[in-house]
């Protein structure tokens, strides 16, 4: 059961997304509960519970990890694509005949140079 904000917001932004994977509905439940924990210390600083410096710093350490977490996630996803590539491209090289040239240990229709194998 979610808990209601303590606080209300003026010009609060509503963001419609584009889910496209699984993994990106993870990520978005992080930006929520982000979103869902400044709130909570938003009202805690308003409340005089916590110092000007206490809230800045709240603010800027989640800030920090939310957006190392972001960068480690668009790694990951670099990552991927590129070993899928290399793997589609592996594939594609890869000879369907088995016949060799002559006293070579190469096959006849693998064009690529040597220091490529």
Same mark, same amino acid.
């Given at each position: 059961?979610?808990?209601?904000?303590?606080?209300?917001?003026?010009?609060?932004?509503?963001?419609?997304? %584009? @889910?496209?994977?699984?993994?990106?509905?993870?990520? !978005? $439940?992080?930006? #929520?509960?982000?979103? +869902?924990?400044? /709130?909570?210390?938003?009202?805690?600083?308003?409340?005089?519970?916590?110092?000007?410096?206490?809230?800045?710093?709240?603010?800027?350490?989640?800030?920090?990890?939310?957006?190392?977490?972001?960068? %480690? @996630?668009?790694?990951?996803?670099?990552?991927?694509? !590129? $070993?899928?590539? #290399?793997?589609?491209? +592996?594939?594609? /090289?890869?000879?369907?005949?088995?016949?060799?040239?002559?006293?070579?240990?190469?096959?006849?229709?693998?064009?690529?140079?040597?220091?490529?194998?």
């Amino acid at each position: 059961m979610a808990s209601r904000p303590a606080i209300g917001y003026t010009s609060a932004k509503t963001i419609d997304v %584009q @889910i496209t994977s699984p993994r990106s509905i993870k990520y !978005l $439940a992080i930006i #929520r509960e982000f979103d +869902a924990m400044m /709130t909570h210390l938003d009202a805690l600083w308003l409340s005089c519970v916590i110092t000007d410096s206490q809230y800045a710093r709240g603010v800027y350490e989640w800030k920090r990890r939310i957006l190392r977490l972001a960068g %480690q @996630i668009r790694q990951i996803a670099t990552r991927a694509v !590129l $070993a899928a590539r #290399r793997k589609e491209t +592996a594939s594609e /090289t890869v000879p369907e005949s088995g016949r060799y040239a002559a006293g070579e240990g190469r096959r006849l229709d693998d064009r690529r140079c040597y220091c490529c194998r």
